[in-house]
């Protein structure tokens, strides 16, 4: 056999093993720079939950938000509380939310902000369906289509948006 077929291969090997060191190195750094520098924050099931139980769900979906090196997961609940209207509806949910330890932060013309000691960080709003343009869209066309369907119960819908801020 000739000297060089023998040792032909071992060179390659040789010459790829520092390349397959270098290449395994980097990616250990990529995975523990992203673990400590990007961060995502999801609500806590269970919190989603607590606000599921107050009355019926008719959509639940989530949008992920990225800023800055974090990802904030947002639930949006599209809720009926058994209401005949928004202001009544908004009304019977802050009380139903008040009496599981959710206290009011912030209320406006038509949201109300809460925030609960149980649930450390997660910020709940309730608003009108009128206004779940402002979160985006967060509803698929097959729910706009059933609420459609029934305008005149639209006005007691709400949409319940849970965040995680930290």
């Not at 908004?90 to 599981?100: E, I, Y």
């Not at 949201?111 to 149980?118: F, G, P, Q």
């Amino acid at each position: 056999m000739h000297p060089t077929r023998s040792t032909r291969p071992q060179r390659v090997i040789a010459a790829i093993k520092p390349v397959l060191a270098i290449l395994g190195g980097l990616t250990m750094l990529y995975v523990c720079v992203t673990q400590l520098y990007f961060e995502t924050f999801e609500v806590d099931p269970a919190a989603v939950s607590e606000v599921r139980d107050i009355g019926k769900v008719l959509a639940h979906t989530k949008q992920e938000f990225y800023y800055d090196g974090t990802t904030h997961v947002d639930d949006f609940l599209l809720m009926d509380v058994g209401s005949s209207n928004f202001d009544e509806a908004r009304a019977r949910a802050r009380g139903h939310l008040q009496n599981r330890g959710w206290k009011a932060t912030e209320g406006g013309y038509r949201s109300i902000r809460m925030e609960s000691a149980k649930w450390e960080h997660t910020v709940l709003r309730i608003d009108s369906l009128e206004s779940y343009d402002a979160y985006g869209d967060p509803l698929d066309s097959q729910t706009k289509k059933k609420i459609s369907e029934d305008p005149g119960k639209q006005k007691s819908y709400l949409i319940m948006s849970l965040t995680q801020t930290g």
